[in-house]
């Protein structure tokens, strides 16, 4: 007997759900789950940001080390169904929540927003990583917004003749690994006219950013195509064939099919 028939003929207890978070999405799944009567949420973020808004249902902070030990969390907890609501370029963890839901056959579902799609206007270089971003910079521009990750910078460290505008959500405790740059401080979702004076601000001649997909953050992609700027697009990298949806609402009809 799977889990999933155990608990739904046990007929008491509600489902527990673990969502692998650290998105507006998964925020936005968790507020919906939370009201149910029939499910427990529980939120599970990496630990990234050092403060991050409140989060309905229950809430566990760091890493899991690693698939054997996500597979027992997941036994141990009694997690009846795994939804991976994080940042389609975390795929580690997305990796790591495919095999540890097989090896512990716990039902698992990818919520990922589809890619964002380039339209008229767009000028975008596709490259396959951070560091390809860094390699097709140089005679491009020399005043960058970085739109990437705080963890990915390391990467533009090589290029002085660059200067970048950082956005991060906390500020940072230490030194960049980037010779000239500033940081500025924000949480999305982000509208088209503050991007747009951010962009007139710094001189902006060209955007690095990952195709996160969602409205929250596509406002810069908006400007830089409303200015004529190139935009480095560092695409996707591949997640495992499985089950994905792009949506919350399709979360929730696929949980729901489940309960
Ligand atoms: P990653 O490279 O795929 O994961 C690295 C390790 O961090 C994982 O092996 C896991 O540690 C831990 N981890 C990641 N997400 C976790 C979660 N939701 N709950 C518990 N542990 C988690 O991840 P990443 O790219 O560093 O992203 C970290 C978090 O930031 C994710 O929650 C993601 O949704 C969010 N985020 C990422 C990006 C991005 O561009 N990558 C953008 C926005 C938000 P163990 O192996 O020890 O379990």
Redesign the pocket.
């Known amino acids: 007997m799977t889990k999933e028939t155990a608990h739904y003929q046990a007929g008491t207890k509600p489902r527990r759900i673990l969502l692998?978070?650290?998105?507006g999405d998964?925020r936005e799944l968790a507020e919906h789950l939370a009201s149910r009567d029939d499910v427990e949420v529980i939120s599970?973020?990496?630990?990234?940001t050092e403060q991050p808004a409140s989060l309905p249902g229950g809430l566990r902070v760091?890493?899991?080390?690693?698939v054997t030990?996500?597979a027992d969390y997941l036994t141990r907890e009694g997690i009846d169904l795994v939804v991976d609501a994080?940042?389609p370029?975390?795929?580690?963890?997305?990796a790591?929540a495919a095999a540890a839901c097989r090896d512990s056959g716990t039902p698992r579902l990818h919520l990922a927003r589809p890619p964002w799609r380039a339209t008229a206007g767009d000028r975008w270089i596709h490259v396959a990583d951070t560091k390809a971003a860094a390699e097709a910079l140089p005679g491009l521009a020399e005043r960058v917004f970085l739109a990437?990750?705080r963890?990915e910078l390391d990467a533009f460290a090589g290029l002085p003749g660059i200067w970048f505008l950082v956005r991060t959500v906390d500020s940072p405790r230490e030194k960049l690994p980037l010779e000239r740059y500033e940081v500025v401080l924000g949480r999305g979702p982000f509208e088209v006219n503050g991007e747009r004076a951010l962009f007139a601000l710094h001189g902006i001649q060209a955007l690095v950013t990952?195709n996160?997909g969602g409205e929250a953050t596509y406002a810069k992609i908006a400007v830089a195509r409303e200015l004529g700027l190139p935009v480095i697009m560092i695409d996707r990298p591949p997640h495992e064939a499985e089950e994905t949806v792009g949506t919350v609402e399709e979360a929730l009809r696929w949980i729901e099919g489940r309960l």
Do not use: Q, W
């Open positions: 692998l978070g650290g998105t998964s599970s973020l990496a630990g990234r760091g890493g899991f080390g690693g030990a996500l994080t940042h370029y975390a795929a580690r963890i997305s790591n990437v990750g963890g990952k996160s």
